[in-house]
């Protein structure tokens, strides 16, 4: 089973940038979907960004679309996910998982998670 090690989060002021780094170990990207999730204190899980395996199709939340920018290196077994004009309302946990999901932001078909990196937006 792939294991995943999120990185990058950090504290940044409202129309700052940052980039998210997950890093699979164990096993190849190449077969899965892989998608980045955040979690806000009381506030379920939710999908914000996926990148399909063969064609690399990207999906976005309605909320970071145009904002945020998911990719993949795969000599370096890495997803990535560049965040630009932050805002507060993106403070949360930002989790990487793969599986094999029938609908591309849904949770459900993701079975291998990180530990998640905490991404602060506040001036």
């Known amino acids: 089973q792939l294991q995943l090690v999120e990185s990058g989060g950090g504290l940044v002021q409202p129309g700052g940038s940052l980039r998210l780094s997950c890093a699979a170990s164990?096993?190849?990207?190449?077969?899965?979907?892989i998608g980045w999730f955040r979690q806000a204190p009381g506030k379920e899980r939710e999908g914000v960004s996926c990148i399909s395996s063969g064609d690399g199709s990207t999906y976005y939340a309605d909320s970071v679309k145009g904002r945020f920018t998911i990719s993949k290196d795969n000599a370096k077994n890495t997803v990535y996910l560049q965040m630009n004009s932050l805002k507060p309302e993106d403070t949360a946990v930002y989790y990487c998982a793969v599986g094999f999901p029938a609908y591309p932001l849904d949770r459900d078909g993701f079975d291998s998670w990180g530990q998640g990196t905490q991404v602060t937006v506040s001036s």
């Open positions: 164990g096993g190849t990207l190449d077969y899965y979907a």
